[in-house]
């Protein structure tokens, strides 16, 4: 497959759906995933889980079964363990897999990167023994491994769900320590558009709740002050709860406060993005069907604006329809008939996000730490360090790079990303939409300059048992 | 501290980290199998020589750096293989 009518990257939800959808109607369509196998985060290592994993992971990830089936019985072609470092206005993709380098060239694009989580800059959330929710979640799935006497922090479904299969695997939970107050139960009575599904949410989530009440896990709510404690790793977490300060001792915790887009190709390519005030983060602007603002490139999913796996996969399909009618394969009248469906759904799965949004948003100090606080895990600079550029002058995250590396380690301001425009934007009085954030540039991820050199243009190799 | 649930048939992969012989499953990442093996420190950083562990588990924040035959890379990426030699980065000495 030398030039194929669309490349995908990305085999989550969104992707897997994308390119089915457009497959099945004929187009050439080449996936790119830098996971062993299809699936996303949401859907990882489902295709080799255990009976064991499945049980303690329960329905919401076992629905993704019928993704993986479609996209295996769908003539397209998958590379699976290929990491894409650069994407061009051009619509050329260059991707490693096993230490080669490899080029190819679409018509269209349909970037499906879904999400990371939003970073949590606490005291201490450096040491080792701290890790993200998701990464604890990651590690279920993989490997079938979980953290005992775990303290689980932060806010959001994620939060509970990790918990309640911790719990189900017999591992439950040491406390969980929630920063929701009661502004954010408040805060989403004005959201009465999207309610009844977001009562459903939250009917849910009380159900989670109940779970973890009969196990009897510690919960503390309206937790603030946050900071882990310890010297060469975590030792505990200290907060203040109900006016009274605690410290519960463990050596994991699992922070979370919800996921934001991963906008690395959709910033390297110099796509429009605007910052979402509810969700606190910068996503592409997109039309309603997820075209960019590059014609021939589409985003969906999560990496669009979170709204979720459901949503996901309405928006692949969306997305793959419009392309369809863009390339001329099908009249707009048939595009609307072929994503009926798919499009109601995803207005429904999105019309309850603004609900979840208000109800789980972040805290101010987390989107703005304190001063000692470190924001660029990577070079280690703190919130204080970029305030302190802010009052010489620096007015964009691009500059803080300049000021004192912030963003210019091996993570390349995924991590920080978001905190530097948020403490710069707080500091100099900008939104911020206008403070913006750091330009990213390829390579998006770390190549030996052995693969630059030695890359080369013919057709990549052909994948594991896919190729039609 | 991690445990890991049932005892499937799983091959063992061995390695060693640091000099230290560690036993992982196939299937786990290089990160998944220290953390199993209750290694939580994987390295210290090159600014301040702080210990980092693995924190997000999925590529994207470059806190499990090791390096594999020379090569520097992410443990949370890399497949735990039989005879690895996997080090922590070498932390450089300070300017003078």
């Not at chain 1, 775990?150 to 918990?163: M, R, T």
């Not at chain 1, 190709?265 to 069907?289: E, K, M, N, Y």
Request: proline share 7%.
């Amino acid at each position: 497959m030398t030039r194929p009518d669309l490349i995908v990257i990305g085999a989550g939800p969104a992707g897997m759906a994308g390119a089915t959808m457009a497959a099945q109607q004929g187009m050439s369509v080449l996936v790119l995933d830098e996971q062993p196998a299809p699936g996303g985060q949401i859907f990882r290592n489902l295709g080799a889980s255990s009976t064991q994993q499945r049980q303690m992971l329960g329905p919401d990830y076992t629905a993704g079964q019928m993704l993986l089936d479609g996209l295996a019985a769908a003539p397209l072609t998958l590379i699976s363990g290929a990491v894409v470092w650069d994407v061009d206005q051009e619509r050329t993709v260059t991707y490693s897999k096993d230490g080669k380098a490899y080029r190819v060239k679409a018509n269209y694009l349909l970037l499906s990167t879904g999400a990371m989580e939003r970073p949590v800059p606490l005291p201490g959330w450096t040491l080792p023994g701290v890790m993200t929710a998701g990464a604890a979640q990651i590690l279920m799935k993989t490997s079938g491994l979980l953290a005992k006497d775990a303290v689980l922090a932060g806010s959001g479904p994620l939060l509970y769900l990790v918990a309640v299969q911790m719990l189900r695997a017999g591992t439950p939970p040491k406390a969980l320590v929630e920063t929701q107050t009661p502004a954010n139960y408040r805060a989403v009575l004005h959201h009465a558009g999207g309610a009844l599904r977001g009562w459903k949410a939250l009917a849910k989530g009380a159900r989670m709740l109940r779970e973890l009440r009969r196990a009897s896990a510690p919960r503390y709510t309206a937790a603030r002050d946050l900071a882990i404690t310890g010297d060469t790793a975590a030792s505990g977490l200290r907060f203040t709860a109900k006016g009274q300060v605690h410290h519960l001792e463990c050596a994991t915790v699992l922070l979370h406060q919800g996921v934001v887009p991963n906008t690395q190709i959709t910033r390297a390519l110099r796509l429009d993005h605007q910052w979402h005030a509810g969700q606190r983060c910068f996503h592409p602007v997109l039309s309603p069907w997820g075209q960019s603002s590059h014609s021939q490139i589409y985003v969906a999913g999560d990496g669009a604006a979170i709204a979720g796996a459901k949503a996901a996969e309405h928006a692949g399909q969306c997305a793959a329809a419009d392309i369809l009618r863009c390339a001329g394969r099908i009249t707009a009248a048939q595009r609307d008939t072929l994503a009926a469906s798919a499009k109601r759904n995803l207005a429904g799965e999105q019309a309850l996000r603004p609900f979840l949004d208000a109800l789980y948003a972040p805290p101010a100090a987390i989107l703005r730490p304190p001063d000692a606080v470190t924001v660029c895990r990577c070079e280690e600079v703190s919130a204080g360090d970029i305030r302190a550029y802010a009052r010489l002058g620096c007015k964009g995250p691009s500059q803080t790079k300049a000021f004192g590396r912030a963003g210019m380690g091996p993570c390349q301001g995924r991590t920080c990303g978001l905190t530097v425009t948020e403490v710069l934007a707080q500091a100099t009085g900008l939104s911020p939409q206008d403070t913006g954030y750091f330009k990213i540039r390829a390579p998006l991820k770390p190549v030996t300059l052995g693969e630059v050199a030695a890359l080369h243009s013919p057709a990549p190799q052909q994948p594991e048992g896919q190729d039609p | 501290m991690f445990e890991r649930i049932g005892h499937s048939a799983t091959a063992q992969v061995r390695f060693t980290f640091n000099g230290e012989t560690v036993i992982g499953n196939a299937g786990d990442s290089l990160a998944a199998a220290l953390l199993a093996a209750g290694h939580k420190v994987f390295r210290d950083t090159p600014t301040t020589a702080a210990p980092r562990g693995p924190f997000c588990m999925m590529g994207s924040c470059f806190d499990c750096l090791v390096v594999v035959d020379g090569e520097t890379v992410q443990a949370c990426q890399t497949p735990a293989q039989v005879g690895l030699v996997v080090t922590s980065p070498p932390v450089p000495r300070a300017q003078p």
